[in-house]
């Protein structure tokens, strides 16, 4: 299958393991990424809680610039996903704003393609069987816990993603590679996201108290699809509870014996590499 | 004169907020509730009260990380999550100074990178917020070390029609 690819600031950055992890399970999986022209930042939570019009504005722009591609669009950030799903929301529910936002932005949306995130096509298109039939190093001793948080499925008739109270999707891949994925009742709970910077002493003890569950849970890492619960699992738990945390593509590339988790590993904040020495996984 | 509960539900532009019944569902689950000063419901409350002052001067908006777990489970539908941004914003348009002053300082640095790159460069980014909040040294560690792993680079690709993203800021800016 081909899909448009946008990957969304993050991933050029602080998330180039997630980028580059999504890239190489694509190719393996046969689905052909075609990187959206001259993309733009879709403005995140800075935009919408400061500007309702430039957080529809902004998504807008990159969705017409998707819908050239007349292929419908990954967008492996949560956060992305999130707003660029809000856009199409708003500007397919109300005439009024789509013509001023198109105005705004200097052409025209059609709303054609469709917004996926790489979870669900995994799990969707590809799916579970085709997936377990390319596995050759199966993640045999990783306990994880799979951690939505909140952008891929709030609110659920905006997101359309999972069940938004139980989601299992991820999990369901997780175990098809070979995991022992440990359920919990945390996969939903916010992290704190974009309070990470400004205020870092309440994101701690929200992530303090997820790790915490997590281990309670029996897990050895956690695992998820948004670089900003990555940033704040990976850096903002107090030292007594950190684990390990992956996106979730680095364990499907680990599991199909591709190139480049330990080069990915290696960009971690707590190193996940003596978890996967001793369980001979790397 | 519209009241201040008129002019909030003109700006959610959805359910009317007093069909709140004050169950307290969006408390219980709200993951900021122990930092806020205000919970939820009781902002719902203010602003039906017409406690303007307090509501735009509280902490309680801005601590709101838009995780939308109010409004997914409140039975009468009355989007929390929106009426947070919508106060936001209503702080904003008529110059109340925002409570929590690092948590908007750090909106305006995120929206001025995208002003100036199209796309977010971490590191300048991080550069404005500091000097903004005058916060110059946390994270400071955590940063050099993102360097050195080359996840932090200072001339990431920009967006090159960087007109039409001047121009989206231009065209949205509130009077
Ligand atoms: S969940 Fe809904 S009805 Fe219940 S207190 Fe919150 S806003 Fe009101
Ligand atoms: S969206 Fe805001 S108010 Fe609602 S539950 Fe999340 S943090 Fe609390």
Not at chain 1, 55 to 84: Q, T, Y
Not at chain 1, 203 to 222: Q, T
Not at chain 1, 224 to 241: G, K, Y
Not at chain 2, 70 to 86: L, S
């Amino acid at each position: 299958m081909k899909v448009s690819y946008y990957p969304g600031c993050s991933l050029h950055g602080t998330a180039k393991e997630y980028d580059q992890s999504v890239r190489a399970v694509s190719r393996a999986l046969g689905i052909e990424l075609k990187e959206v022209d001259d993309w733009s930042c879709c403005g995140a939570t800075s935009a919408h809680s400061t500007n309702f019009k430039l957080s529809i504005a902004l998504p807008a722009r990159n969705l017409i610039a998707a819908e050239k591609n007349a292929l419908d669009v990954m967008v492996p950030c949560a956060a992305c996903f999130n707003r660029f799903k809000t856009a199409e929301h708003h500007l397919k529910a109300d005439k009024a704003l789509k013509s001023e936002v198109e105005e705004i932005v200097g052409g025209k949306y059609h709303g054609g393609i469709a917004i996926r995130n790489p979870i669900d096509i995994i799990f969707k298109d590809i799916g579970l069987d085709t997936l377990e039939g390319k596995v050759t190093k199966p993640l045999a001793g990783l306990k994880p816990v799979s951690y939505y948080g909140c952008l891929l499925l709030r609110p659920p008739e905006i997101c359309g993603f999972d069940d938004y109270e139980n989601p299992v999707i991820l999990d369901k891949i997780l175990s098809t590679l070979g995991a022992d994925t440990r359920p919990w009742s945390y996969k939903t709970d916010c992290c704190g996201g974009s309070l990470t910077i400004s205020r870092t002493d309440i994101v701690s003890k929200m992530v303090s108290k997820i790790m915490s569950m997590a281990r309670e849970a029996g897990a050895n890492c956690v695992v998820t699809a948004c670089p900003v619960c990555m940033a704040n699992l990976d850096m903002r738990a107090s030292d007594n509870v950190r684990l390990p945390v992956f996106y979730f593509t680095e364990l499907v590339a680990l599991a199909l014996g591709l190139q480049g988790p330990d080069t990915w590993f290696k960009l971690h904040n707590v190193d996940p590499r003596p978890l996967m020495k001793s369980l001979a996984l790397i | 004169m519209q009241t201040f509960l008129e002019q909030v539900n003109e700006k959610i532009d959805g359910v009317p907020i007093q069909r709140c019944y004050h169950c307290r569902k969006c408390t219980a689950g709200c993951p900021l509730a122990f930092a806020m000063e205000y919970n939820p419901n009781k902002i719902v409350k203010m602003i039906q009260m017409g406690r303007r002052n307090e509501v735009l001067n509280s902490a309680t908006i801005w601590l709101c990380a838009s995780c939308e777990t109010c409004v997914t489970r409140c039975p009468n539908e009355v989007d929390i999550a929106r009426m947070m941004d919508a106060l936001r914003q209503m702080a904003i348009e008529t110059g109340v100074a925002a409570k929590e002053k690092n948590i908007l300082k750090f909106h305006e640095s995120f929206l001025s990178n995208i002003k100036m790159f199209g796309r977010i460069n971490e590191p300048t980014m991080m550069v404005q917020y500091k000097l903004k909040s005058g916060d110059l040294f946390s994270d400071m560690g955590m940063g050099i070390d993102m360097f050195l792993k080359g996840k932090l680079s200072l001339s990431s690709p920009k967006t090159k029609d960087l007109g039409a993203v001047k121009k989206i800021f231009e065209k949205t800016k509130q009077a």
